[in-house]
Structure formats: C-alpha cells, structure tokens
C-alpha cells in the first residue's frame, strides 16, 4: 500500500504560480511512476503531467504545457508540480497518483493504483 498526501495548493491570482508537493510512504518509492491529475466542479478529472521512475521521462496535458513542471525527488520520496502563468481554467482539485511501474507514466485516471486526498487550488482572475 502507498499513501500519498498533497500539500501547497491554495488561492492565488492569476498569472501567479505555486507549486504542489506529493509525500509518498509504504513503499518503495523509486518503483513507482508519478502522475498529478486535476478535477474541477462538475467535470471528470482529467490527466495534468506524470513523471517516470527515474524522472527522466514527463509527459504533458497540452492545456499545461510549457506553464507546468513536474519533477521529483526519490530520496526525499516526493513528487512536485511547479505551476506558473496560471489561468482561472486551472482552477481545480489537484490530486497526485502513483503507478507501479517502469516504464512510461501512464497518463489515464485508470492506470494507476493509489490516488492522494487532493489539494484546491483557486485561480482567481
């Protein structure tokens, strides 16, 4: 079992960035991809960034590209999402995921095994 706690989310202006912490423990961390997904009111949650392994390999949603930033930190067990320019449309619950695996991060809300409690982030415009 993983447990996955999110921290860093809250209101911020837009244009603004912040950046999202994902504390992993119960295994080994470095076994697992990482994904951040997000969900806003009323709408299915959708894919934001994963993160191989060894966090040599990210993938993007393309509404994030070029604004977001996923990386991580296996000896701290710990995935990041940097945010910045953000937009009133990133308003959302953020939820970090993990996926036992070593290949390419899946980037599909059913290919991974754990899911965190989500953090908000509000966007105000």
């Known amino acids: 079992q993983v447990r996955l706690v999110e921290s860093g989310g809250g209101l911020v202006q837009a244009g603004g960035s912040l950046r999202l912490s994902c504390a992993a423990s119960g295994r080994t961390f470095s076994n697992y991809a990482m994904g951040w997904f997000r969900q806003a009111p009323g709408k299915e949650r959708e894919f934001v960034a994963s993160i191989n392994w060894s966090g040599t390999s990210t993938t993007y949603a393309d509404s994030v590209k070029g604004r977001f930033t996923i990386s991580r930190d296996n000896a701290k067990n710990t995935v990041y999402l940097y945010m910045s320019s953000l937009k009133a449309e990133d308003t959302a619950v953020y939820y970090c995921?993990?996926?036992?695996?070593?290949?390419?991060?899946?980037?599909?809300?059913?290919?991974?095994?754990?899911w965190g409690q989500g953090t908000q982030v509000t966007v105000s415009s």
């Open positions: 995921a993990a996926e036992e695996s070593y290949g390419t991060a899946a980037v599909t809300v059913v290919g991974y095994d754990y």
